[in-house]
């Protein structure tokens, strides 16, 4: 079975500020008969009730919690930690497992072993009490009873007792203060090797000379006449050439010491002729001066004597000093400005500088970028005609018969222009001209272009006015046919 969670809100009861009435005992016998209570209440009640039962089955003690007024002296509950403590002070809120809270809490029992341990230490103490086992100060005991140790008693009844010939039976010594056995003594009078005590035999010169005899003992005048002494200092070679060799020493091992530096003298032993040895060593002039004489690496230019001199020597200016916080990084792209709405008046911009690029019209993209065309139209005071194409709109404009010697174009306000050449071969100084445009003729205004043989006739005029067409002719009647051009606006009622 999982943990059983114990569920909030026990210390609620149940229509505490209700209308309570006592059914009886005999209500309580038989419980509910024609009452039915909302089944959600009762469920919920139940559920509460079986779940607090269910906790407290689990648990033993129900577990502490922050909202239960518990009594001192009288409460007990289960901490977080798992131990049992009882209430010593009336509390809500105060949880027993918090060490600041001993003021209201207390651990209830013991933990199970720990008064059976405490008793077998007394019982262990008296045991010791009553035959003085494992006291910790035996001296101090022995003075307290006015006695003496084992070893005090054999060694005062022993100078005691005087008669040479007594025989004392003594044990096999293990230390030096011990007494021995003569056959302990025996025992060790054998030949003394690496790991056995005994006696030895004494090494002759030879012997000793020869070294490979492991079995006899060398004496201090033996080893004198064949070994050389640490305060002879080597005083006892017999063949200091050889001796020399084989330490692989050479002859400036037996030279003068004046022919040599001293490192004690720090190079002294050129005083008068350190010249020759500043040119041997490649030295140059600048080692006669002293080290502040330099810049120093590690000072990186710290030592200047005059750092404005020295600015001023490698042609530095004033920013070569500043602080690099007055000036702007070139890699920042100006993001270092302290107030970009200042810089942006200094030069001279204005506030479209802060407003993003698709806020303007391109002017490549021909007003291609208008967001709304028809507005930006409307915003022009332009009309419908504006976006009409002026060829073979019908109702409109209509330039169809632009070129040629003779057409016509529509205008509007319901004027036509027309143009054209005349008379025919043979006719009379005038022509027939076809509306293009049906309708009555209020106003026709003509004009002559020119004519190809003798030039601007002495006047045109028109007359015949119908709702197809009208004639148009040229005041000069004299003389023999001549073409001429015309140019006429005719507006229609």
Same mark, same amino acid.
């Given at each position: 079975?999982?943990?059983?969670?114990?569920?909030?809100?026990?210390?609620?009861?149940?229509?505490?500020?209700?209308?309570?009435?006592?059914?009886?005992?005999?209500?309580?016998?038989?419980?509910?008969?024609?009452?039915?209570?909302?089944?959600?209440?009762?469920?919920?009640?139940?559920?509460?009730?079986?779940?607090?039962?269910?906790?407290?089955?689990?648990?033993?003690?129900?577990?502490?919690?922050?909202?239960?007024?518990?009594?001192?002296?009288?409460?007990?509950?289960?901490?977080?930690?798992?131990?049992?403590?009882?209430?010593?002070?009336?509390?809500?809120?105060?949880?027993?497992?918090?060490?600041?809270?001993?003021?209201?809490?207390?651990?209830?029992?013991?933990?199970?072993?720990?008064?059976?341990?405490?008793?077998?230490?007394? @019982?262990?103490?008296?045991?010791?009490?009553?035959?003085?086992?494992?006291?910790?100060?035996?001296?101090?005991?022995?003075?307290?009873?006015?006695?003496?140790?084992?070893?005090?008693?054999?060694?005062?009844?022993?100078? /005691?007792?005087?008669?040479?010939?007594?025989?004392?039976?003594?044990?096999?010594?293990?230390?030096?203060?011990?007494?021995?056995?003569?056959?302990?003594?025996?025992?060790?009078?054998?030949?003394? !090797?690496?790991?056995?005590?005994?006696?030895?035999?004494?090494? !002759?010169?030879?012997?000793?000379?020869?070294?490979?005899?492991?079995?006899?003992?060398?004496?201090? /005048?033996?080893?004198?006449?064949?070994?050389?002494?640490?305060?002879?200092?080597?005083? $006892?070679?017999?063949?200091?050439?050889?001796?020399? @060799?084989?330490?692989?020493?050479?002859?400036?091992?037996?030279?003068?010491?004046?022919?040599? =530096?001293?490192?004690?003298?720090?190079?002294?032993?050129?005083?008068?002729?350190?010249?020759?040895?500043?040119?041997?060593?490649?030295?140059?002039?600048?080692?006669?001066?002293?080290?502040?004489?330099?810049?120093?690496?590690?000072?990186?230019?710290?030592?200047?004597?005059?750092?404005?001199?020295?600015?001023?020597?490698?042609?530095?200016?004033?920013?070569?000093?500043?602080?690099?916080?007055?000036?702007?990084?070139?890699?920042?792209?100006?993001?270092?400005?302290?107030?970009?709405?200042?810089?942006?008046?200094?030069?001279?911009?204005?506030?479209?500088?802060?407003?993003?690029?698709?806020?303007? /019209?391109?002017?490549?993209?021909?007003?291609?970028?208008?967001?709304?065309?028809?507005?930006?139209?409307?915003?022009?005071? /332009? $009309?419908?005609?504006?976006?009409?194409?002026?060829?073979?709109?019908?109702?409109? =404009?209509?330039?169809?018969?632009?070129?040629?010697?003779?057409?016509?174009?529509?205008?509007?306000?319901?004027?036509?222009?027309?143009?054209?050449?005349?008379?025919?071969?043979?006719?009379?100084?005038?022509?027939?001209?076809?509306?293009?445009?049906?309708?009555?003729?209020?106003?026709?205004?003509?004009?002559?272009?020119?004519?190809?043989?003798?030039?601007?006739?002495?006047?045109?005029?028109?007359?015949?006015?119908?709702?197809?067409?009208?004639?148009? $002719?040229?005041?000069?009647?004299?003389?023999?046919?001549?073409?001429?051009?015309?140019?006429?606006?005719?507006?229609? $009622?």
């Amino acid at each position: 079975m999982a943990n059983i969670t114990k569920p909030l809100g026990l210390s609620n009861v149940w229509a505490n500020g209700g209308t309570k009435i006592d059914p009886g005992a005999s209500k309580v016998n038989i419980g509910w008969v024609v009452q039915l209570p909302p089944y959600e209440y009762q469920n919920w009640v139940d559920n509460r009730q079986d779940q607090a039962i269910a906790h407290i089955s689990q648990h033993g003690i129900p577990e502490w919690d922050g909202q239960t007024e518990y009594q001192g002296l009288l409460s007990y509950t289960q901490g977080s930690n798992g131990i049992i403590y009882k209430c010593i002070a009336t509390n809500v809120n105060k949880d027993p497992s918090n060490a600041l809270n001993s003021a209201y809490w207390a651990v209830a029992f013991e933990v199970f072993g720990s008064v059976q341990t405490v008793s077998d230490a007394l @019982a262990a103490h008296i045991s010791n009490y009553q035959t003085l086992s494992n006291i910790g100060n035996y001296p101090q005991a022995r003075s307290n009873l006015s006695v003496y140790s084992k070893s005090e008693s054999d060694t005062r009844f022993a100078g /005691l007792n005087g008669s040479s010939a007594q025989v004392f039976s003594v044990a096999v010594a293990t230390q030096p203060q011990h007494a021995v056995r003569l056959g302990q003594v025996s025992s060790l009078l054998t030949q003394a !090797t690496e790991s056995t005590l005994g006696v030895v035999r004494l090494a !002759t010169t030879g012997v000793t000379e020869a070294g490979t005899d492991d079995l006899t003992a060398i004496t201090p /005048l033996k080893a004198s006449n064949v070994y050389l002494k640490k305060s002879g200092n080597l005083a $006892g070679l017999a063949n200091y050439s050889t001796a020399r @060799a084989n330490l692989g020493l050479g002859t400036a091992a037996t030279a003068n010491v004046g022919q040599f =530096l001293q490192v004690a003298n720090n190079l002294g032993e050129f005083y008068g002729n350190a010249a020759i040895a500043r040119a041997n060593l490649g030295l140059s002039d600048s080692a006669l001066y002293p080290s502040n004489t330099w810049l120093i690496r590690t000072s990186n230019l710290a030592d200047l004597t005059n750092p404005a001199q020295a600015r001023i020597n490698l042609g530095l200016t004033a920013v070569s000093y500043a602080d690099p916080n007055i000036f702007l990084y070139k890699g920042e792209n100006l993001f270092g400005l302290t107030d970009p709405a200042t810089a942006r008046a200094n030069l001279g911009l204005s506030d479209s500088g802060i407003y993003p690029s698709n806020t303007w /019209l391109i002017r490549t993209a021909n007003l291609g970028d208008l967001t709304n065309v028809q507005t930006a139209r409307n915003n022009l005071g /332009l $009309g419908n005609l504006s976006t009409k194409n002026v060829y073979n709109v019908p109702g409109d =404009l209509d330039f169809s018969n632009v070129n040629g010697a003779a057409g016509w174009q529509k205008l509007p306000g319901g004027m036509t222009m027309q143009w054209g050449q005349g008379p025919a071969l043979g006719d009379d100084m005038s022509a027939i001209v076809s509306l293009w445009i049906p309708g009555a003729i209020n106003t026709v205004q003509i004009t002559a272009i020119g004519s190809p043989t003798s030039g601007i006739g002495p006047g045109f005029m028109t007359d015949l006015w119908t709702t197809t067409s009208f004639r148009v $002719g040229n005041n000069y009647n004299s003389g023999p046919w001549r073409p001429f051009t015309w140019f006429a606006i005719v507006y229609t $009622g």
